[in-house]
């Protein structure tokens, strides 16, 4: 019987090399892939695409795999970057990994995976996936064992059909485990750092990145009493929650007892007036919400769950929270949090599970204030 073939995504990080030798270790036919999807300025500074596909090719040589190299940035433009741009110009924050995982590495990716011949893609995410003992022949999406590095919460837009072709080698080990294990199998990159920034863009000066694509706007900045306390540069470039960068440390609206004075921190955008406005302390009732909307909803199971009291996300490395969810339409739902969360933004993903599990959610359209 001829081995099953797996096409995985070789980044040149750890963690997709670590999981390629797993799958090779198996008994799988593995072959990299590894994707090309930034070509704006790729000799950049924050662009290491050149020296990740030598490390990539250096970890396929060194498993005995076959390895190739495919340009996916035209799709990426069109399909996240362009979606990036417009969801920043209308004032939200995205999250692009999220886009990014359900147009390009679980789309584009496995389309061209099943071009080569492939049974199975695999990806280094640190999630789960499993057949449903419910429902068999459906599957479920799980968090990582390793909570810590849990990535669910960027997966939870896959569909079945996606699942049902995908392997995550590293869901069940933790992360300490893995650099371990490609010290022990001699990989050249085990000692690489993880890669952190916009995915595929790389680490970059963010104001400046957005400044070449997106038209912007000085204007005001305000307490929420309505003093005007600074000039922002443009609402694209804030984020609710946003402490550091906002240019106004000095000013001290109030003072405590003590005779220091609380952080500010961006509290909302106001787009009809192009005002931003700013709150001193972190817990300050303008930071709190108690309920959110989210529309573009994705549900793993293909439907939504049955209204119930679940447990959400409303941003990557937050602890679960327990909310009552409902759908408010077809199209939205509401979640109601049992805790006020801080700093909800439009534009991030609200992620619902059930223990382990991701049910799936949507992009944050707006939130109550406590």
């Not at 990539?56 to 996240?80: C, T």
Request: glycine fraction near 8%; charge should be negative; hydrophobic fraction near 35%.
């Amino acid at each position: 019987m001829s081995k099953k073939k797996v096409v995985i995504g070789l980044s040149g990080g750890v963690d997709s090399s670590v999981s390629a030798a797993l799958l090779k270790e198996q008994g799988y036919e593995v072959i990299g892939l590894f994707m090309k999807n930034w070509e704006d300025d790729d000799d950049a500074e924050y662009c290491s695409t050149r020296q990740d596909w030598i490390d990539a090719v250096s970890v396929a040589d060194v498993l005995g795999i076959d390895i190739e190299a495919v340009n996916f940035s035209a799709e990426y433009k069109d399909r996240v970057f362009a979606e990036f741009l417009r969801e920043y110009q209308a004032g939200r924050t995205p999250n692009p990994d999220v886009l990014c995982n359900a147009e390009i590495k679980f789309k584009a990716f496995l389309d061209h995976a099943m071009h080569l011949g492939a049974d199975l893609i695999a990806t280094g995410h640190y999630a789960r996936v499993r057949e449903s003992t419910a429902a068999p022949g459906s599957y479920e999406l799980l968090k990582a064992i390793d909570h810590t590095k849990d990535q669910s919460y960027f997966l939870h837009r896959l569909n079945q059909a996606q699942l049902s072709k995908t392997l995550f080698p590293l869901g069940e080990i933790r992360k300490t485990e893995v650099r371990k294990m490609a010290g022990q199998l001699g990989l050249p990159n085990a000692a690489k750092k993880d890669s952190t920034g916009i995915c595929f863009i790389g680490e970059r000066p963010f104001r400046e990145f957005l400044n070449r694509y997106l038209s912007y706007q000085p204007g005001p900045m305000k307490t929420p009493e309505g003093d005007t306390v600074g000039e922002h540069v443009g609402l694209s470039f804030y984020t609710l929650g946003q402490r550091k960068g906002i240019g106004i440390g000095g000013i001290k609206s109030h003072q405590n007892a003590d005779g220091s004075s609380d952080a500010w921190y961006v509290a909302r955008k106001e787009l009809e007036s192009n005002t931003l406005y700013v709150v001193q302390g972190h817990d300050h009732p303008w930071l709190l919400s108690a309920s959110l909307e989210a529309d573009q909803l994705s549900w793993i199971a293909g439907m939504p769950p049955g209204g119930e009291q679940l447990s959400a996300k409303t941003r990557y490395r937050q602890a679960d929270v327990s909310c009552n969810f409902r759908m408010a339409d077809s199209q939205r739902m509401q979640l109601a949090f049992d805790a006020s969360q801080w700093a909800v933004t439009p534009g991030q993903s609200a992620v619902l599970y059930r223990d382990d599990v991701c049910l799936g959610g949507g992009i944050i359209a707006t939130s109550l204030v406590s």
